[in-house]
């Protein structure tokens, strides 16, 4: 009797699940309106670049190099770039670009998870407001887990790539969205 009462309980929560998710899917999604970008990083015309380092055991494995590969080649894809004259001294910047390069859990360890959502050692990118010293925005990419010594560094190359393209994305936001309030 017990078994028959779980089994229509069971039977009855499913149901009510499945009606309740075709109810979610016929509703219609209301359109999200972009929130504005600040205006002081869309006018900024001068940078720096901060190096916040990289945490331990990064470098010279899983990743070849030193602590600092990921502010060099981010400081030069910048600088290639050319949307910004980049400055020496953060007190001749707008903005500060403040770049580290995380391990969570430590170098590409998968076993460490402990239910946190992304363990993979990632980029960080904090931009500041130099007068005001206020967080701006950030960005994160993670740098995908591999097992060679090649493929780690392509996946960094890769992961700060896709940070360098989120940051050319940001600064080219429409300036009707920094107008929105």
């Not at 309106?33 to 899983?62: C, E, M, Q, R, Y």
């Not at 430590?106 to 998870?113: E, H, I, L, N, T």
Request: aromatic residues 10%; proline residues 9%; hydrophobic residues 45%.
């Amino acid at each position: 009797m017990r078994n028959v009462t779980s089994l229509k309980l069971f039977l009855f929560v499913g149901a009510a699940l499945s009606l309740a998710a075709e109810a979610g899917a016929q509703a219609p999604v209301p359109p999200v309106s972009l929130a504005p970008v600040p205006p002081a990083l869309l006018n900024a015309k001068t940078v720096f670049i901060s190096n916040a380092g990289a945490d331990s055991g990064l470098f010279p494995h899983p990743f070849s190099g030193d602590p600092d590969r990921a502010y060099n080649e981010f400081y030069a894809g910048v600088q290639s770039w050319g949307r910004y004259q980049l400055v020496g001294d953060p007190s001749e910047a707008d903005v500060v670009f403040e770049l580290r390069l995380l391990a969570p859990y430590g170098p590409s360890s998968p076993s460490k998870q402990n239910g946190a959502s992304d363990p993979l050692p990632m980029f960080r990118l904090v931009i500041f407001d130099r007068k005001t010293h206020y967080v701006l925005w950030a960005l994160t990419e993670s740098i995908t887990l591999a097992f060679l010594q090649k493929t780690h560094d392509n996946n960094f190359d890769l992961a700060l790539t896709a940070l360098t393209l989120d940051l050319k994305r940001l600064a080219s936001a429409p300036t009707s969205a920094a107008l929105n309030h």
